[in-house]
């Protein structure tokens, strides 16, 4: 009796779904925070960045939202990162034809968009344009060149050195000379990996001190204890697996006269719609999703179709329109801050303006290094591997349309005309008919509304022709037969769907970008006027070890702040800083 009731209990436990078992952990707020190599740039320059992102240990976003917009919210610059590890790195070119101005960067993931635009990194740079030699929108007063080594205590903005000690082999170095420092991690108890990213640069006269990572990210928390807020009532989802399409369908209201075909839901009244995702290609691809009875989809999108344009439609007729989310629109406006009130910030901007001048002249400019590539395993949505039967229509005398050639040349389809347009279906082998149903038609890898949008092609623009004259599955989507036609110049971007349909390009990761690393170079005829002497985002270390940094000085003497910004394997964020000084010999 006993061994019967384990059995019994052992048989529940496997096949029982309790809740137990089907608990899903859920996904934690998403914090990012954003290093940059410094605060001031000139247009036509480079902008070095590290991303660090805080969420669940194993439900992470892969993706980040980079924008650089100025103070008429337009975005100047737009880019999706990759993140792995919970960091990220890369570089935003910034255009040369930037007015001198006051600019913001905004980061965040879709999973943070359920909290507002309030949990959104931000920060401001300034951006001088070298041709603009009034730089108005700064203080126009003019003022004595500041030295930037003022001892000024405003001007060195020295800040707490954290959780990381920084200790470099002395305070004051002479030009050109190697600059070593060691960064101590003991304090941190955890034993773990560090991942930092580490800066070298100039001290901005009378800017204001910066937020650590270790700073943005307590606060975070102390914000989320204020006031949790259930899963239940967000709406964007986490990238953890790739990238999500959101879109909506708004119905359009139309007259009892036109025809709008899909499954209805008795229930409801409304209609279910199909909506089916493709890009040209030479190979007959799809992805399709259901809509839910409020009109709104989602994609959890194939890799194949990272960097490409998309053609989005309906699969049935309807009176709509559709709609994508743009995870790049931001609605709260940006209203620049008293950054650039400072009475010194005008003639440190004079000064890198001639020293971008002189580098210009002696065609200096900051080379990169494209690290690790993005990289996709690809599982091609292919709506068929081998056809039954493949046409070459150039392999026979040229025939003017598809009616021709279906007739001529591919004897399991039948056209025919009906009323004032044309129908097409394959042949029923098994019941020796032929059926009334459209088999499925690919233009360009891409599936078009019917024959009628490709009635007109001729021999001349098309390449090949494939035929499938059964029913399949696409999933659960049934097929009565396939007909892919490959032209020779795509001519899918000449048709005219008679469904909605957009166009949509989809944004790609950028590559892990950083600065070639600077090696010293005996030639006193050629200045170094670097104000970034180092700037490395990718060093590992151990915390229970000392890691030595070297870096060179330039020909600049001044304030330098060495600032340090991290995260462990186990989340734990960590950041130092210390100031070396910088003399003439």
């Not at 891409?446 to 059964?470: A, R, Y």
Request: net charge neutral.
């Amino acid at each position: 009796m006993k061994a019967f009731i384990l059995l019994l209990l052992i048989f529940f436990n496997c096949f029982y779904p309790g809740s137990a078992q089907n608990k899903v952990e859920p996904v934690k707020p998403e914090k990012v925070y954003l290093q940059t190599d410094r605060n001031i740039y000139i247009a036509g320059g480079d902008l070095f960045f590290t991303l660090y992102l805080k969420g669940s240990s194993n439900q992470m976003s892969k993706y980040a939202y980079l924008i650089l917009r100025d103070r008429y919210n337009f975005p100047v610059s737009r880019a999706r990162v990759e993140i792995k590890n919970q960091s990220s790195f890369g570089t935003i070119w910034l255009p040369d034809t930037l007015h001198s101005d006051i600019y913001q960067l905004v980061c965040y993931t879709n999973w943070m968009r359920n909290e507002g635009e309030d949990s959104y990194f931000t920060k401001e740079i300034i951006i001088a344009n070298r041709f603009d030699r009034k730089l108005e929108r700064f203080d126009s007063t003019l003022y004595a060149y500041p030295s930037a080594n003022s001892s000024d205590t405003d001007s060195v903005n020295i800040t707490g050195n954290g959780n990381l000690v920084i200790y470099p082999d002395k305070q004051i170095y002479k030009t050109r000379e190697k600059v070593n420092f060691y960064i101590d991690a003991k304090n941190i108890q955890d034993d773990s990996i560090i991942k930092l990213s580490v800066s070298v640069s100039e001290i901005v006269p009378v800017s204001r001190n910066e937020p650590s990572i270790t700073e943005c990210f307590r606060n975070s928390d102390n914000a989320k204890k204020e006031g949790e807020t259930g899963q239940n009532q967000f709406k964007y989802q986490p990238e953890i697996k790739g990238t999500i399409i959101d879109g909506i369908i708004v119905p359009v209201q139309h007259s009892d006269n036109q025809f709008v075909s899909g499954n209805t839901n008795n229930e409801s009244g409304t209609i279910n719609y199909t909506v089916l995702v493709s890009t040209p290609d030479t190979i007959a691809n799809m992805q399709y999703t259901k809509a839910g009875l409020s009109g709104s989809f989602r994609f959890l999108l194939n890799p194949y179709y990272e960097g490409k344009e998309l053609i989005i439609r309906i699969k049935e007729n309807a009176k709509a329109l559709l709609e994508l989310d743009d995870k790049f629109k931001l609605y709260e406006p940006y209203v620049p801050s008293d950054l650039l009130n400072g009475p010194r910030i005008r003639s440190y901007l004079i000064r890198s303006l001639k020293i971008s001048e002189v580098q210009k002249y002696y065609t200096e400019r900051t080379e990169t290094n494209t690290g690790e590539k993005i990289e996709y395993t690809l599982a091609i949505p292919r709506v068929y591997y081998h056809p039954y039967s493949r046409v070459f229509p150039a392999d026979y005398l040229p025939l003017p349309d598809f009616v021709e050639i279906s007739r001529e040349l591919l004897p399991a389809l039948k056209v025919r005309k009906l009323n004032d347009s044309y129908v097409s279906s394959f042949i029923d082998t098994q019941n020796k008919g032929v059926t009334n149903i459209e088999p499925i038609i690919f233009l360009d890898g891409v599936p078009v509304n019917d024959v009628n949008q490709i009635i007109n092609l001729g021999s001349n623009e098309i390449k090949q022709i494939d035929l499938l004259p059964v029913i399949r599955y696409y999933g659960e989507m049934p097929l009565s037969g396939i007909l892919a036609v490959f032209s020779k110049n795509l001519e899918i971007n000449n048709i005219q769907f008679t469904t909605p349909t957009i166009r949509y390009q989809v944004i790609s990761s950028r590559n892990f970008t950083k600065p070639v690393p600077y090696i010293p170079v005996n030639n006193n005829h050629i200045p170094d006027l670097r104000q970034v002497l180092l700037w490395d985002p990718e060093i590992k270390m151990h915390n229970k070890e000392n890691l030595q940094i070297e870096c060179y000085t330039s020909d600049l003497h001044g304030k330098y702040r060495i600032s340090v910004q991290g995260i462990t394997s186990k989340g734990l964020a960590v950041n130092g800083t210390a100031i070396i000084t910088v003399k003439s010999k």
